[in-house]
């Protein structure tokens, strides 16, 4: 079975200084791993996505996810953080042998400090 | 990039009236759709899975006569909450996969959302 835990509910972080938002996964197949961004009131935007290539991702706005086989983590970093990064972050995984499922963490809301 | 368009993205009712929201893949044709709910500060919660013609699937709990789903056309899905009652109250958002292959790789596309609040 599929599931994900993002392990901090909220993230509280200073302009300027680095983010990391902890996801860890659980799947019986070659998972598909993703973090999407939501702002208030706003639909979700995909920032990065895994799918069996290069381990380490590259997403927009600085973001970047590392793909950890041997710990089940995909963990969103940044390294330095900005006010507009501030929103509802998800981790969320999918797997290849029944695609059609997708499975959502319960979210990380990062505060970011000026 | 690939759109996907909601409507409306507020809205009011009385209770026990119905309310239609749509969602749109503006420039994909999207097999399948899916309908979520988000209650204030919570992840989203899936309500049912749409394949165009074709019946959609719910999930467990959620009942399929009050919230109706159709799928008549490869970039149009509506959800209609049929006699709101303020617990229907939430934030809906939609999300569109492209052709059958996107599903095995990601990635969803997301409706912006639509709050709908019921007195």
């Not at chain 1, 939501?38 to 793909?67: C, D, M, R, W």
């Not at chain 1, 501030?86 to 499922?101: K, L, R, T, W």
């Not at chain 2, 394949?51 to 008549?72: C, M, P, R």
Request: net charge neutral.
């Amino acid at each position: 079975a599929q599931s994900v835990t993002q392990l901090d509910s909220h993230v509280s972080v200073s302009e300027g200084t680095p983010v990391l938002l902890r996801c860890n996964y659980s799947s019986s197949y070659s998972p598909s791993l993703f973090w999407y961004v939501q702002h208030p009131n706003k639909g979700l935007q995909l920032l990065l996505k895994y799918t069996s290539a290069a381990t380490l991702v590259k997403g927009i706005n600085g973001f970047e996810a590392e793909f950890k086989k041997s710990e089940t983590s995909f963990h969103l970093t940044k390294p330095s953080a900005h006010m507009s990064d501030a929103a509802e972050y998800f981790c969320v995984v999918s797997d290849q042998i029944n695609g059609n499922q997708f499975y959502f963490g319960t979210g990380t809301s990062l505060t970011v400090i000026p | 990039g690939a759109v996907v368009s909601q409507h409306p993205s507020w809205v009011i009712c009385k209770s026990g009236t119905s309310v239609k929201i749509e969602c749109r893949s503006l420039d994909f044709q999207a097999t399948t759709m899916f309908w979520y709910r988000q209650f204030p500060k919570q992840s989203l919660m899936l309500m049912a899975t749409s394949n165009e013609g074709s019946k959609a699937t719910y999930e467990q709990g959620v009942e399929k006569d009050k919230f109706l789903i159709n799928h008549a056309s490869l970039t149009l899905s509506t959800l209609t909450v049929t006699s709101a009652h303020p617990e229907d109250s939430s934030f809906y958002i939609c999300s569109a996969s492209r052709l059958a292959g996107d599903l095995n790789t990601g990635e969803l596309f997301f409706g912006e959302g639509s709050r709908l609040t019921v007195l």
